[in-house]
């Protein structure tokens, strides 16, 4: 088949990109600027240079593809990343309309419509589903939390919190609970999909085998670490005091941490089985998915 692969420079695109490539398949990646065209020219891709938010670029992009991946994220963008996540979305619906795309596959963020209070973040990922879904390429909505892997950006935080603090202030907002998925996973899920029969337009919430909170998340990887760290509960840390604490300890701007952290308080674990009734995947525990990150960092 011939895919398009947006989001090759990203967490989950370049892992993906390994993956598609080793099953045979013709790629297509969009890569933003020369420096990124030219890391993913060192695959045997074809590379189209340019912005997603430019309607010439995605047809130049879509045009004699099969199907595409949409791994576009604005989140770590300057200005509203709701706007320009829901203008590329729309495009790109229209766009694969028109080139008769015949399936379309997205990871959103796990979360419950029904919610009264999503955070921004969740909200936008939801609402770039419901438009991808609402065109005529049918679209795989994949609903997922946190991700993890070596490089995940949500990760990587996780990391850079428990190396570098070793006493920890855990506000409310780390006992919620949440159901991570290993990147090696999300990647089966994604690969599977592609051949998936019949395909149209769903939403499948996939989740790793376990619940956690994000306290967990921190204290498992402090275990695998051998970091002995001193955690004290706290009740005033806002998500917004705490998005400034974020950008001290780790490399991301706390704008960044403040757009995470507000999707931190939604509770996000698995509703539905779709994902058991449609794909032949034993997801692994939290604990299993973060070793295999500790190990990829150290193999790196
Ligand atoms: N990582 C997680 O923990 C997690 C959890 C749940 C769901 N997801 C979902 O998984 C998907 C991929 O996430 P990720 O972690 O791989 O994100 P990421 O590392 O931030 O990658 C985002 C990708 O989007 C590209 N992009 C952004 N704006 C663009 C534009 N205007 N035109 C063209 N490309 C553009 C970026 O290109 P540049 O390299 O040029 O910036 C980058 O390749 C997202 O839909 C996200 O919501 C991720």
Same mark, same amino acid.
Request: one cysteine or more; aromatic letters at 6%.
């Given at each position: 088949?011939?895919?398009?692969?947006?989001?090759?420079?990203?967490?989950?695109?370049?892992?993906?990109?390994?993956?598609?490539?080793?099953?045979?398949?013709?790629?297509?990646?969009?890569?933003?600027?020369?420096?990124?065209?030219?890391?993913?020219?060192?695959?045997?891709?074809?590379?189209?240079?340019?912005?997603?938010?430019?309607?010439?670029?995605?047809?130049?992009?879509?045009?004699?593809?099969?199907?595409?991946?949409?791994?576009?994220?604005?989140?770590?963008?300057?200005?509203?990343?709701?706007?320009?996540?829901?203008?590329?979305?729309?495009?790109?619906?229209?766009?694969?309309?028109?080139?008769?795309?015949?399936?379309?596959?997205?990871?959103?963020?796990?979360?419950?419509?029904?919610?009264?209070?999503?955070?921004?973040?969740?909200?936008?990922?939801?609402?770039?589903?419901?438009?991808?879904?609402?065109?005529?390429?049918?679209?795989?909505?994949?609903?997922?939390?946190?991700?993890?892997?070596?490089?995940?950006?949500?990760?990587?935080?996780?990391?850079?919190?428990?190396?570098? *603090?070793?006493?920890? !202030?855990?506000?409310? +907002? =780390?006992?919620? /609970? @949440?159901?991570?998925? &290993?990147?090696?996973?999300?990647?089966?899920?994604?690969?599977?999909?592609?051949?998936?029969?019949?395909?149209?337009?769903?939403?499948?919430?996939?989740?790793?085998?376990?619940?956690?909170?994000?306290?967990?998340?921190?204290?498992?990887?402090?275990?695998?670490?051998?970091?002995?760290?001193?955690?004290?509960?706290?009740?005033? *840390?806002?998500?917004? !005091?705490?998005?400034? +604490? =974020?950008?001290? /300890? @780790?490399?991301?701007? &706390?704008?960044?941490?403040?757009?995470?952290?507000?999707?931190?308080?939604?509770?996000?674990?698995?509703?539905?089985?779709?994902?058991?009734?449609?794909?032949?995947?034993?997801?692994?525990?939290?604990?299993?998915?973060?070793?295999?990150?500790?190990?990829?960092?150290?193999?790196?």
């Amino acid at each position: 088949m011939r895919i398009l692969l947006t989001g090759a420079t990203g967490f989950v695109g370049s892992q993906l990109l390994r993956e598609l490539l080793s099953l045979g398949h013709k790629l297509v990646c969009l890569a933003r600027n020369d420096a990124c065209a030219k890391r993913l020219s060192a695959n045997p891709v074809d590379v189209i240079v340019g912005d997603a938010r430019d309607d010439s670029v995605l047809t130049k992009a879509i045009s004699g593809c099969d199907a595409a991946y949409y791994l576009i994220h604005s989140m770590a963008s300057d200005g509203d990343f709701r706007d320009n996540d829901r203008a590329i979305a729309e495009n790109f619906a229209r766009i694969a309309g028109e080139e008769n795309l015949q399936r379309v596959i997205y990871v959103s963020g796990l979360a419950n419509e029904d919610e009264p209070n999503l955070s921004k973040h969740l909200a936008s990922r939801l609402e770039v589903g419901r438009i991808l879904r609402s065109g005529k390429a049918p679209c795989i909505e994949f609903r997922a939390a946190m991700i993890i892997g070596n490089e995940s950006i949500s990760f990587r935080m996780v990391k850079h919190l428990c190396h570098r *603090l070793p006493i920890m !202030l855990c506000p409310k +907002w =780390l006992s919620t /609970v @949440t159901q991570p998925l &290993a990147a090696s996973d999300l990647i089966q899920y994604l690969v599977q999909a592609m051949t998936l029969k019949p395909f149209h337009s769903q939403v499948v919430e996939i989740g790793g085998r376990d619940q956690a909170t994000y306290n967990d998340i921190l204290r498992t990887y402090c275990d695998q670490m051998n970091l002995k760290r001193i955690m004290i509960p706290v009740p005033f *840390l806002t998500p917004k !005091l705490s998005s400034y +604490w =974020l950008a001290l /300890v @780790t490399p991301e701007t &706390a704008e960044v941490g403040r757009r995470m952290i507000d999707g931190l308080r939604n509770p996000t674990f698995v509703r539905s089985d779709s994902a058991s009734r449609l794909f032949d995947i034993q997801p692994k525990s939290v604990s299993e998915a973060i070793a295999d990150a500790i190990a990829e960092n150290e193999a790196d």
